[in-house]
């Protein structure tokens, strides 16, 4: 497994807008990952909410890293995401868990939660998985 999350963890340090939303990535393992965000004034919109953008772009972080720790390159053809609960601050944490898997497609539910434990939203995605892996690519 450490052979798959060092490549993986290597091309999530590339992602310079993940870094840019204070998203960190807390654990990897194939078919699942979680991370966390920090809400700051930037993730705010006008009404002093966190922006629906930022809560999507951390529950694909997780879809992505969930798929892509199998080792093979995993690209997002399908999300969607459903708003539960408005926030405003402290730490939003996402999780995201494998529901299926096959040789071309694989589908992950994501469920972003804030500090209290109450749902914000939750995230379906499915992956497409390419034959080329995550170490050819860096290579």
Avoid: W
């Avoid at 199998?70 to 708003?83: D, L």
């Avoid at 939003?92 to 494998?98: G, R, S």
């Amino acid at each position: 497994m450490q052979e798959t999350i060092t490549p993986l963890m290597e091309l999530l340090s590339k992602d310079r807008f993940s870094a840019h939303c204070n998203v960190e990535l807390l654990d990897a393992s194939p078919g699942y990952a979680k991370a966390r965000m920090l809400i700051a004034d930037e993730h705010l919109n006008g009404f002093g909410t966190v922006h629906g953008g930022a809560i999507f772009t951390l529950a694909d972080l997780v879809f992505g890293s969930a798929a892509n720790a199998h080792g093979r390159i995993a690209m997002a053809i399908n999300c969607s995401i459903a708003y539960v609960k408005a926030v405003r601050q402290g730490y939003l944490t996402a999780e995201a868990k494998e529901i299926s898997i096959g040789h071309k497609l694989a589908t992950y539910i994501v469920t972003i939660t804030d500090e209290e434990d109450e749902m914000i939203a939750t995230f379906q995605g499915t992956a497409y998985r390419k034959n080329e892996t995550i170490e050819e690519l860096l290579a």
